[in-house]
């Protein structure tokens, strides 16, 4: 028989593809089982190693099938497949390393964002570079820290993005704005751990602030707008960095400097460790009583009058919506912002400025959530940066759908409205309470 590997493309895209009918019986002779504690992982076709990177549908308690891509599924199933996931990574020690990498993530919402995660990732492959003498990421932490899941797994995320130490300061005094508190912390960890590199996210969220602020206390000449870094032996720190400079207008490339305000997707998240996300505390104490700003609080915004470039929730309508006033009015209740595909823009039902895309505005929201949007490519591009994309559609083979953390299949006029009533009830219940 002849040794040449033969390849089905169409039994390849089906088995990719979790939402094809014939998608479980392809999988089954792939040898791949979905179902509980199985690992997602199966020989292709030509004796590579094939992993599925998404996460396992499991029965939700309501016994509609559920897919759920952020690796923290309740459902038992599930959470058997997540911990043959998460069971699947090689724990790395680092007990003596020959240098520290520190991270200062924004930590939005008291969680690693996605730009966190790409930042830590860098970290790594500067930790990582030198087998023989490795270096580790410790990471400074300010605030609450609410990680995904509670307990055990909320330290074991930390871990799993490849943090080795981590310096947790989330006493009052570094709550809300705090530049001042925070720049002293920071100034505390250089002198008593002298890190070779601090990673920043260049971000309007807090990293691109401090960073600078860090620079200059330091004497550095920070880069920013950082996108790619590379080993280079002839740099004096074995690393050379691209950035975006002149409005965006174009590339910098330099030796790495000590300090780097680094843009998302300037690496790969880790996925393969688990690191110890050890706790360490500071020997030095800081002063508590140098801010010479106060911090009046969060002022209460317009969704409507937030730039869709900078909004965190995004409710975004399509060909599929059908009523725009129970739109306008789910968008209110839940305080996002409105986004339109060209279609819909086109159509006359939203205004210019509102479209989303490649030919419209690139968005980078925490939460994307597509009512009757197919997910053209020239749509998708412009979501590509977003956390999580949430899609109401009719059919459960579109593209939005392939791309969404969380769909919903359904009439999007009915699903908006009932939406809207469990936001209402919510918070009817809540005021009865109070
Ligand atoms: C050069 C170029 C640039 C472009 N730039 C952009 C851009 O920047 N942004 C952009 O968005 N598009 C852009 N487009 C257009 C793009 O190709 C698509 O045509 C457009 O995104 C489709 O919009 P849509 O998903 O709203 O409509 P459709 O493709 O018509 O999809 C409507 C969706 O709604 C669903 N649906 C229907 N009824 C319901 C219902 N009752 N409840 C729930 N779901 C329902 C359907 O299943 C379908 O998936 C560009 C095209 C070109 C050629």
Redesign the pocket.
Known sequence: MSEIIRRDPRREWIARNRLHPDNAAVLAALGVNRGGGAVSEWMGPNGVVRKDPRAIGFIGPNGVKRIDRSGLQQGGQATATTTAARDSRRTVTIDQPAFLVAVVPDLTGGRLSGHDKDLLGLARRVADADAEQPGAVVAILFGEYKGEGGGELKEQTLGEAGIDRVVHLDDEFYAGFAPEARLAALSAVEREMTPRFWLFPDSPLGGADLGRRLALRLGERAATGVWQVEADNEASLGWRCTARGAAGSLDIQRPLPRVALALAECAEPVDETRHAAEHLTLAASIPTTLSRIEDLGQVAVDPAGVALAEAEFILS??????QWDAFHHAAKVLGATEG??????DDGFMARDR??????TWVTARVYMA?????????L??IQRCDKVVA????PG?D?IKRADLAVI????Q?LAALVAMVEQQRGGQRDAA
């Open positions: 309508g399509g060909n599929g919506v059908k339109a595909s060209r279609v819909a823009v479209q989303v895309g490649a030919t419209g009512v009757g949007i197919s997910g053209a490519i020239q749509h591009q412009g109401i559609n009719l059919d579109c939005i359904g009439d999007s006029t699903i």
